[in-house]
């Protein structure tokens, strides 16, 4: 190692959700302890920290959805609520011993590059300044909550708040609630309060496509099994990854017969939870299988046969102060409103202000649209590797298989730096172009070009959200460093130049 070593070698991590956790945990593992990990929150977890709405869980099978270096034999079910995971996250942080390097409740708000040092300085929110050699931003992709606007929101009289930011003082029970909106989410809050709440509306802009989830929780003897041999857990990821990937095409491939799977799949799931046909109409999608997010609940369409439950398709007019009016006149009173209405689309966005080479910041390079080299890195933002950044979310498995494709790419880019005294590495504007060429190229083979709008689609019409593929082909095209992609300065390469001047001065100098 270099004099400019580990110690001397500061790497920042921003956020502690599953991606900073991750890459803090693989740098330890590497005998990496020059870092700081910032969360601008009280504590870690992202994700799974802030949604804690009823019936919040992943939507990923838990052997696939955890991290595969840290594999957990005690997932109660397939598909595990959000506080389990939370807890997974909070025993991987005192496991790992990671305390010691977090500082909770500090925002980074800007980071600026300089070439002559080969470093960030990151401001936090306080004002005070720490210097990275290395950036590895896991500011997550869907964070921070969407809200709509929507005319006399600040007239209404009861409790209004979105699912991310659940209100845990308000108690539902025998109360009037609206849910507005028909997303991920809401397939998950609507059957679980319906029971308890006197009356549920549930306003829908348009419906999704839901295929069954088949959730059941493990056995004691299956937890103790894959306790006791830690291959059959390994295998058990390793069946439901591929299920995963091999069930793929049906959500990501713009084609008529996998969508008419897809449909028969959905509609089948309609049927046998829904009977009055009217309602059935109400509740079927009018777009392609796949085009917008394809969400999986075994009980949320059966909700809607509830006597206390409503589906609203007319389109929300205002909010007044006793609940929403919809536009053909009739008030809707409620007591309590939950906005199920997503988040704001982070991976495709600068989180904050990011100024690289020649004083440019990230938000004009992104001007356009968000690129970037394997949605790791951006062309004139060297040391900056962003983990869940633009064309990196999968619509068919874990976020986390590609996560830590980019951790093993940074890692590498670290350890390259440490030891060959590199001050930087920028990727080439050229290899960046030729890659995203080849995103979009395939993008019009996607579904999610089929012609709906979703959250997919950034405002200049483009996908810059997914990756049009499996997460096996990212993976292999991304845990390897390709040095040859990068354009590198070397501390060396300055250190012969002024020996060079030196050399030349003396030449001069002597008579
Ligand atoms: C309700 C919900 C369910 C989901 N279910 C699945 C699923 O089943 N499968 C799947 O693959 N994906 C799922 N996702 C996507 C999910 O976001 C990712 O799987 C994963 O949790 C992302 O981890 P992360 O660490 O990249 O980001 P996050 O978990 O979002 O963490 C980012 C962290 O960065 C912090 N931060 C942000 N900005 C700053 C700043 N400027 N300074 C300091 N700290 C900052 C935030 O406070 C946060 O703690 C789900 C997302 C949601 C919202």
Redesign the pocket.
Known sequence: MSERGSTDFPIAI????????GAAFRLKQEGIESFTM????GE????????TYPG?A???QSHV?SLSFEQNPYWSRR?SE?WEIQDYLLGLVDKWELREHLQLN????NAEFDEAAGAWTLTTDGGETFTARVVLA??????DPAYPTIDGMDDFSGEMFHT?RWNHDVDLTSKNVAVVGTG??AVQVVPTIAPEVAKLTVFQRSAGWVVPKFDTEYSARAKRLAVRFPFLLRVSRFLKYWLSEILGPLVFLDSKILSAIGTWLSKWNLRRQVKDPELREKLTPDFQFGCKRVLISDDYWAAFERDNVELVTEPIDAIQREGLRTKDGVLHAVDVIVLATG?LL?LAAA??RVVGLGGRSLAEAWEKGAVAYKGMTVSGFPNWFI??GPNTG?GH????VF?EAQIEHALQAIKKMMTEDIKYCDVRQDVQDRYNEGIQGRMKHMVWASGCTSWYLSNDGKNHSLFPGFAWEYVLRSRRLHLADYQVAYFEDERQLEEVDTAEEGLAAAP
Request: glycine residues 18%.
């Open positions: 921003i956020g502690a959700g599953f991606a900073g956790i910032f969360e601008r929150a870690i977890g992202g994700t799974w920290r802030d949604n919040c992943c939507d990923v959805y598909f959000y500090t925002e980074i708000v896991g500011v997550g992709g869907l964070v991310a991920a989410s988040y982070g989180p904050f983990m869940m999968p498995t874990s976020v986390l996560t």
